[in-house]
């Protein structure tokens, strides 16, 4: 039982270039979520999506595209990678219902150079 | 608007020392979650318990103990006889329980690093 996969896991990119960070699952949960984990800052909500094709914006949502086209997929996309969007990416998932619980991935680790 | 805090940026502490994590959360909900997490060096986030607004009673499992005071708005996390294996970054979170979408989103504080030397 994978629960929840992120890939890549380090990713190294440049100035302006198109990211996207991959987010699978396997729990058949509804709700997906996005944070990123900044020193000083804990973690920040950027997108979360309640079930398929239903997105909502988070604490930081700026410079950051997320879609949901599968339940079990939840891909965040950097469009214009700046160096301010260096950070570490976790992806979560929740089965909603009254305990709001939320269990996490691995982590994405980005640089932008 | 919701918000966590965490006072102690670090903590540093020998090996057998209790020691406790302070949380002081800000909600206008009536009914709410509260979460702690650990983070070890791994990186990775594990849950370790989940409190609800109308259930006050003190946990423990093991060496770990929760005190939820409504009064004070505080959930403060204690770890008894600390062990080296306790060293992580620990994060207090607050939810909503009802939501116009019927859910709610995590607010985080921002971590409390706890350093364990033997």
Redesign the interface.
Known sequence: DAGITQSPRYKITETGRQVTLMCHQTWSHS?M?W?RQDL??????IY?S?AADIT?K?EVPDGYVVSRSKTENFPLTLESATRSQTS?Y?C?T?G?G???????G??TRLTVL | AQKVTQAQTEISVVEKEDVTLDCVYETRDTTYYLFWYKQPPSGELVFLIRRNSFDEQNEISGRYSWNFQKSTSSFNFTITASQVVDSAVYFCALSSLVTHSGYSTLTFGKGTMLLVSP
């Open positions: 709700y979520f944070y000083g800052h804990g973690l920040r909500l979360y309640a909502d988070g570490v976790f979560a929740g909603g009254s305990y709001n619980e939320q269990f996490f691995p982590g």
